[in-house]
């Protein structure tokens, strides 16, 4: 999943979402490469956990212009992206168009172990690339 902000004034809204379950790594990556080289981001933000650092040491190698930052997901950094989404929704300084997004925010969920997560045969990757792209475009750091 690759989700695209663009700002504004002080809103982000959701411009690309790039979410294929089937596909190489090759193609992924090449679509991915594609659509950093078309929108020119200033930061892009990667997951490691899995196989992203892979991707992420992949990309890196095809010179992109942008800042390539890698985001190990944890217990305590979900809780902090999905506070800074959370907040940036509640702001209405966000805006989604109807999408995968949408359904899966709806299915997002604090667990009855206390996890953030999506509520069971659910998905949450849409989520965790909206919240990394609000983060990497430094939406609630100041």
Not at 50 to 55: H, L, Y
Request: proline share 2%; hydrophobic share 40%.
């Amino acid at each position: 999943v690759c989700v695209v902000l663009k700002k504004c004034g002080d809103t982000y809204r959701v411009v690309y979402l790039y979410r294929k379950q089937k596909g190489t790594t090759e193609q992924h990556l090449s679509a991915i490469a594609r659509l950093i080289r078309l929108y020119d981001p200033i930061g892009c933000t990667i997951e490691k956990n899995g196989g992203g650092q892979i991707w992420l040491e992949q990309l890196a190698g095809m010179e992109m212009s942008c800042y390539l930052n890698g985001h190990a997901t944890t217990r305590a950094s979900k809780e902090t992206l999905i506070g800074r989404l959370v907040l940036a929704l509640e702001r209405s300084d966000l805006m989604i168009p109807d999408s995968p997004i949408t359904q899966e925010l709806l299915t997002f969920q604090r667990s009855n172990s206390d996890k953030l997560e999506a509520a069971a045969g659910a998905h949450d990757d849409c989520v965790i690339a909206l919240a990394l792209a609000l983060a990497a475009a430094g939406y609630g750091q100041n």
